[in-house]
């Protein structure tokens, strides 16, 4: 979707510099048409000068909450593939400490869980991994009302596109009509 808006945001300046050229060349068919035109135009002030776009590619900026969200979503799974056992790099100057930190959140949920050890790991086990999907749907939320909010921006500006490139087809067709008279 950022692309695509860079590529929006490109194609509207491509219409500006279009409409631009346009009025140029209007200017310049009043002058060969009548003398009358050429003083009209002598006098009238020129159109101001587009300031030329630094390395030829505009700067796009993605809405603020997809940015938040794709942040998030990178943090989120950067997090998990630390913590997963299969995706982490095994490292042994930590196993005494994780084995603490278990030791001591099992002894403070002791109460919450049943008293059969096989039972009370399956009920941990299952609450983990209950965190893990609410912290995944959570991720995939925020991606979500991002993306959407991305391309609310999108249509509009495609609205505003299509309004433009109308309205440059009508001059087109008007000068190209006038150049033909002549």
């Not at 009025?23 to 009238?44: A, C, D, E, M, P």
């Not at 809405?63 to 950067?78: C, D, G, W």
Request: aromatic letters at 6%; hydrophobic letters at 30%.
């Amino acid at each position: 979707l950022v692309r695509q808006g860079e590529a929006l945001k490109r194609t509207e300046q491509m219409v500006d510099k279009m409409d631009q050229d346009l009025k140029t060349s209007q200017r310049h068919i009043n002058s060969i048409k009548s003398v009358w035109g050429g003083l009209v135009n002598y006098f009238k002030a020129k159109p101001p000068e587009s300031k030329p776009e630094q390395n030829g590619t505009p700067e796009y900026y993605a809405n603020s909450r997809l940015k938040e969200a794709m942040m998030s979503s990178k943090e989120q799974e950067s997090k998990y593939q630390e913590s997963h056992p299969n995706l982490r790099k095994l490292d042994n100057s930590g196993l005494l400490t994780s084995f603490f930190t278990e030791y001591l959140v099992s002894s403070v949920q002791r109460d919450s869980y049943p008293k059969n050890q096989h039972l009370r790991a399956y009920h941990q086990k299952i609450d983990n991994n209950l965190d893990e999907m609410s912290s995944g749907l959570s991720r995939l939320k925020n991606l979500a009302l991002g993306l959407q909010t991305e391309i609310d921006e999108q249509d509009d500006m495609l609205d505003q596109l299509t309004k433009k490139v109308e309205t440059l087809d009508v001059n087109i067709k008007s000068t190209d009509k006038k150049v033909r008279q002549l």
